[in-house]
């Protein structure tokens, strides 16, 4: 498989400055724009005006301090995931099982909370966080080793183990973990009122949004100012030049997998004890796939990817009032969030010319 | 759990039935990749091209009733994904891996948004499903002929479509240059092979191979289709390529492993009952994947040589310098 | 000459990006003649013959074929022409037989029928038997050794009847032998009727073989002088346009060498016992391959390519798992260590591959002299990564290595090949190493570019390190090495001392024979 990704490498060659800013910043920016006039023509597809679409999207989302609060919720998970994906996918892995991550997260942080038996708020969500994190990464490790260590193809496995984590989540939350409350369907237990995420004061969002912004420094710096960064970019431009200046592939695939998936697995924790309150089924719906389109509209670059992530997240929670108010399809979001990817593919490579 | 109801005379039929249909889709998406890689292009956007294929053929049936037409419209669209996926890799030269996933997450917007456009808020919409074809002698081989010979003529289609996949590979002129693109396009072009043209065919013809196992999934087996109703077939047959060792007939071969827990899976769900049994059903649905996933690391660790074509994932670029 | 020329090639221009790669060439060929084409590398010799055969297109000049000019736009039209061409690289599917490398891009019946198949073999022996160009049709090009494949380059243009036949440095992956065998075949083409080039830059083979010569230098025509008249230093001169100095660092360093005494009782640095490996496709590629390195000696691996020196080179630097055998420096064992704990230790290497393994063309000049200490003070600790040491580090080290960069934050991809092999020395050198692996340390290099490469691993050698030099090239051996042994099909078939070393008995060697029994197939044209 080759390593240098045009989306993410910076432009080589004669280039100038001036021009490589510009692929860098125009061709995501042509690409959003793009995206949205497609998505008005989907609008006016499904018999909508897109101007007041548009205007009642953005409404929904910034209209009031609550409404800008789901942005920010929504944006959280997103910008956790997204933040790891790009550790991963600049050093040439392709970890596109973050939904799976997510789930396994969830439910082993989830248990932590339901089982350990303390009754102190802080110490309680601090264990469930780390129990979160630790399940996530696990099913990252599944991947990074036999990535590592046989050479296994990581984007098929990753994605395999989603399929894997999500219906292990499922089994536990109809059996051992199983709202015993719950009469008909499914519902996994209630999380203990303690081990609740507090909301921050002022606006309806949980604290678990800081942890998306104190990341991110944390993400630019490591990736931009440590040897571990540097090995990161050497692997993902060129990895056998790489491995022959002694940058060890295997161990740093499984560390960006163990990374990425311990990320997917706090994003999976952080929205159970934040935003679903209990073990559901329906924590994410792929939340751990748009986290990749975040992650690639952000340019696998850590400030990129909370911009991404917080546009994503106005588009789908404004998304979801636009619908209601206007009463069109909520997943015209999810057809502009496709279109976006493609049209950064292409918009990216044609400002390369 | 009654066991003897899966694994018992009649029950044991119905499974290998119902395994070749649930395989057909797989091992016809599974081809399809096989064109696109021994072409040396890595086509991760196979379950976007099969999902997009699925909900072009259910449209296609729903609004005319005529499978036939459900069958043209699946293959279509899923050819039209795959000039997508053909423009960004070979024309653009783009991150194949990239590419992949885009297309997937494409394919997964677009069909969830017309879907819901469409069908919005209505009773779940069905097509009629589309009578078994017993052949007549064969069909009334006891067991075999069950299996293999009473079957809806999609399948039978398919089969036939599945072997003209494998003669095009390794009997036409086309199929040796596909096979001299993926190993060394430096000496296909050498030898005035045209790779760029020869690799978008490749990628037409596994975007209506996956296009066509959608139609087999929602025509004449589900006979309904829901937003993800592939449910990750397409990356199992991405992972299926790589265990047949980009063999067109091992790779079909494989597939029908993939069918048969499928099937396995489907029937334990349908005998243990509901969602307050103890029979862990969610173990068998996640049986396919596991499978799969075994399979994939017993190939790739006990492959003696690599049998991947060389130059799969990487763009050809002709003038490079001297 | 007689009649018309078949091929009149005229004031041919080529620009790639910023580089002139031909201005005002022009080339005639003629029927029975063969014709040598002579040059540095990076001179414009193979872009010359990639436009005739359409795989480039000239900015300007034209191609006339048999007297009409013609557009050569791609290969298809070339061989519409009657033009063939044997790339140094061959451009044959490994994985597909040799008759079906045959069939591949002709047009015909969209069905491959066996029929069809069997009759393109038959014509293949046909032909293989009139040329003397024997090879089994049907055996996969990949399990072929280097000079049958290209029999089959040549047959392939045969087959498709070819008049005029280009060979791109028909000779540099061929043993002596194979070289000698070669040429008389190419002369029976051309007295039957065809015109032949070759591309080369060694002018023992123009000497005796060419009927005439074109010299090109730096992308232009520095003469043909014609092949009776002139000598191997006339040649050189017009090559490089001065005198040639080449032969100044080896006899240098031989002196050195015959002083300096120490060495032959210098401790063992890298020793290697009983290495097996096998290769990308499963076959063995290394067999019991054993030999010793001492501080301050170079010793070569000479030997042709495709005879397990990249395998050796991948094994060495814990690239490449071996199947059997250790490894040990400074009499530590480092069988199981990889490259990362090897570099630690003071292994280190210039692989053959500069642009896949040596530098990466996107980052900068100066991250790539960082490569591999970016996490060591002064340039890393764990956390921080100090740019200015990098940057001061870069400064110091163009100046001293003379890297032609403008700016050492330009990106690598900007470098020539010289300059690039430069930076990877630059970085391996200042890399306190005990022992330095040098694969094809000058290939594609410039005369220039070479003497600094030699001139550099001379000095590292009297500094004390032990260097195991892994080439192809005879000049380079015969020059450089203290010791030399001969790798052949994954052995070392021989082991020779400075003193017995002797150019024919090692191009011997590197064909897999003793001299015995070559003598007695010695060609009957020689």
């Known amino acids: ?353 | 759990m009654d066991w003897s109801a899966i694994f018992g005379g009649s029950g044991l039929t119905v499974l290998f039935s119902s395994a070749i249909l649930l395989a057909m889709p797989t091992a016809l998406a599974a081809l399809g990749e096989t064109v696109a890689e021994r072409a040396g292009v890595l086509n991760l956007g196979l379950e976007g091209m099969m999902l997009s294929g699925a909900m072009g053929a259910f449209l296609g049936a729903y609004y005319t009733d005529s499978p036939v037409v459900g069958a043209l419209c699946g293959v279509t669209v899923g050819v039209l994904v795959g000039a997508l996926m053909a423009f960004l890799s070979v024309t653009l030269k783009t991150e194949q891996v990239i590419n992949g996933i885009a297309i997937v997450l494409f394919a997964q917007g677009i069909t969830a948004f017309l879907f819901e456009k469409l069908f919005g808020g209505s009773e779940q919409p069905t097509i009629p499903d589309i009578p078994d074809l017993k052949i007549p002698l064969l069909g009334d081989i006891p067991g075999v002929g069950k299996v293999l010979f009473d079957q809806n003529a999609l399948l039978y289609a398919s089969g036939v479509i599945a072997v003209g996949v494998w003669l095009l590979l390794m009997r036409t002129r086309f199929g040796l240059s596909i096979r001299a693109v993926g190993e060394s396009p430096q000496a296909a072009d050498a030898a005035a092979v045209n790779v760029s043209r020869i690799r978008w065919r490749a990628l037409l013809i596994c975007g209506g191979m996956a296009g066509l196992g959608g139609t087999v999934l929602v025509i004449g087996n589900l006979n309904l289709f829901q937003p993800n109703v592939t449910a990750g077939r397409g990356w199992v047959a991405i992972a299926l390529v790589i265990f047949g060792r980009w063999n067109p007939l091992l790779v079909f071969g494989g597939t029908f492993l993939f069918g048969f827990t499928d099937a396995l899976q489907v029937q334990v769900r349908a005998v243990s009952g509901g969602t307050s049994t103890d029979v862990p059903y969610e173990l068998f649905q996640a049986l396919p994947y596991l499978i799969t996933l075994a399979v994939l690391v017993i190939a790739t660790v006990f492959a003696r040589r690599s049998a991947q074509p060389s130059a799969l994932g990487i763009p050809f670029r002709k003038e490079a310098s001297r | 000459m007689p009649d018309a020329p078949l091929v009149a090639m005229h004031g041919i221009e080529k620009r790639f990006g910023p580089v002139q790669a031909l201005s005002g060439v022009d080339l005639d060929l003629h029927a029975g003649e063969i014709h040598a084409l002579l040059g540095e590398n990076g001179a414009g010799k193979t872009t010359l013959m990639n436009i005739l055969y359409g795989l480039h297109q000239p900015d300007a000049g034209t191609i006339a074929i048999g007297g009409r000019e013609q557009a050569l736009r791609n290969p298809q039209d070339a061989i519409a022409a009657g033009i063939g061409m044997v790339h140094q690289h061959f451009m044959l599917v490994p994985t597909l037989t040799v008759a079906e490398n045959m069939v591949l891009g002709e047009r015909g019946a969209p069905m491959l029928r066996r029929g069809e198949l069997r009759a393109v073999e038959r014509r293949l022996v046909e032909l293989g038997e009139r040329y003397g160009l024997e090879v089994d049709p049907r055996a996969r090009v990949w399990q072929l050794s280097v000079g049958e494949q290209q029999r089959v380059e040549i047959l392939r243009a045969l087959f498709r009847d070819a008049r005029i036949l280009i060979l791109d440095e028909p000779t540099a992956t061929l043993t002596p032998v194979e070289t000698e065998r070669l040429f008389p075949k190419l002369q029976g083409l051309a007295r039957g009727g065809a015109a032949v080039v070759f591309i080369t830059h060694h002018l023992d083979d123009v000497l005796r073989w060419a009927d005439r010569i074109t010299v090109l230098r730096h992308g232009e025509p520095a003469g043909s002088p014609t092949p009776s008249e002139t000598s191997a230093e006339q040649l050189a001169r017009l090559m490089v346009g001065r005198d040639v100095t080449l032969m100044r660092v080896a006899a240098g360093r031989r002196s050195l060498g015959e002083d300096g005494g120490g060495r032959r009782d210098a401790a063992p640095v890298l020793e290697v016992h009983g290495l097996c490996a096998d290769g990308d496709r499963g076959t063995p590629a290394l067999e019991d391959v054993a030999f010793c390195v001492r501080g301050g000696e170079i010793v070569a691996v000479a030997g042709v390519e495709g005879n397990g020196q990249a395998e050796l080179e991948e094994v060495l630097m814990g690239l490449r798992r071996p199947g059997a055998g250790t490894i040990a420096l400074d009499g530590q064992d480092i069988t199981g260590a990889d490259p990362r704990e090897r570099l630690r230790r003071g292994l280190g290497l210039v692989p053959s591959d500069r642009y896949r393994r040596g530098v990466i063309r996107e980052l900068s000049v100066a991250d790539n002299l960082v490569l591999d200490r970016i996490d060591r003070p002064p340039y890393g600790t764990l956390l921080r990564v100090d740019r200015r040491a990098i940057r001061e580090r870069a400064r110091g080290l163009v100046e001293r290595y003379s890297i032609r960069v403008g700016d050492p934050g330009q990106p690598a991809a900007t470098l020539s090949g010289g300059n690039a092999q430069r930076v990877v020395l630059a970085r391996m050198l200042t890399g306190e190493l005990r022992c330095l692996i040098a694969a094809q340390p000058t290939r594609g290099l410039d005369v220039g570019a070479i003497e600094f490469v030699w001139e550099q691993l001379a000095a590292a050698r009297e500094a004390g390190m032990a260097i195991l030099l892994i080439s192809t090239e005879l000049d380079e051996v015969m020059s450089m090495a203290d010791r030399c042994c001969v790798l052949y099909r994954g052995r070392v078939v021989a082991t020779w001392e400075r003193d017995q070393l002797d150019r024919e008995r090692v191009g011997l060697a590197m064909g897999g024979s003793g001299p015995e029994p070559m003598v007695a197939t010695a060609p009957e044209g020689a």
């Not at chain 1, 399809?329 to 044609?350: H, Q, T």
């Open chain 1, 1 to 353: 498989m080759t390593s240098a990704t045009s989306v993410i490498a910076a432009p080589a060659g004669r280039l100038g400055l001036n021009r490589r800013r510009l692929a860098t910043v125009g061709a995501p920016t042509g690409a959003v724009v793009l995206a949205l006039l497609l998505g008005a023509g989907l609008i006016v597809a499904a018999g909508g005006d897109p101007l007041s679409a548009y205007s009642a999207l953005l409404d929904g989302a910034f209209g009031n301090p609550l409404a800008f609060g789901e942005v920010l919720a929504q944006a959280t998970p997103l910008v956790i995931i997204g933040l790891g994906l790009a550790l991963a996918f600049r050093g040439g892995v392709w970890n596109i099982g973050a939904e799976g991550q997510l789930f396994v997260g969830a439910l082993t942080g989830g248990a932590v909370a339901v089982e350990l038996p303390v009754s102190s708020g802080p110490v309680l969500i601090a264990a469930a966080l780390v129990g979160g994190i630790i399940g996530g990464a696990v099913w990252g490790l599944i991947v990074g080793v036999l990535r590592a260590r046989w050479g296994v193809n990581e984007v098929i496995t990753s994605l395999l183990l989603t399929y894997i984590g999500i219906l292990l989540f499922q089994w536990a939350v109809r059996q051992p973990l199983r709202d015993p409350a719950a009469t008909n369907g499914l519902s996994g237990q209630a999380m203990p009122h303690a081990a609740l995420l507090p909301d921050l004061p002022g606006v309806s969002v949980h604290i678990g949004v800081l942890f998306a912004l104190v990341l991110v420094p944390v993400v630019a710096w490591l990736m931009g100012r440590t040897p571990f960064g540097f090995r990161l970019r050497m692997l993902g431009l060129n990895a056998d030049a790489a491995q022959t200046a002694g940058v060890p592939a295997g161990r740093m695939a499984i560390r960006l997998m163990v990374i990425s998936g311990g990320l997917a697995g706090l994003a999976g924790i952080v929205q159970t004890l934040g935003v679903s309150d209990r073990l559901d089924p329906n924590l994410s719906v792929g939340t751990g796939f748009t986290a990749i389109v975040v992650a690639l509209i952000g340019r696998c670059n850590a400030i990129g990817v909370l911009l991404a992530g917080l546009l994503v997240a106005t588009l789908q929670a404004g998304g979801q009032a636009m619908s209601v108010t206007e009463s069109l399809p909520y997943s015209i979001v999810l057809a502009i969030e496709g279109v976006f990817v493609v049209f950064l593919l292409i918009a990216d490579r044609l400002a390369r010319r």
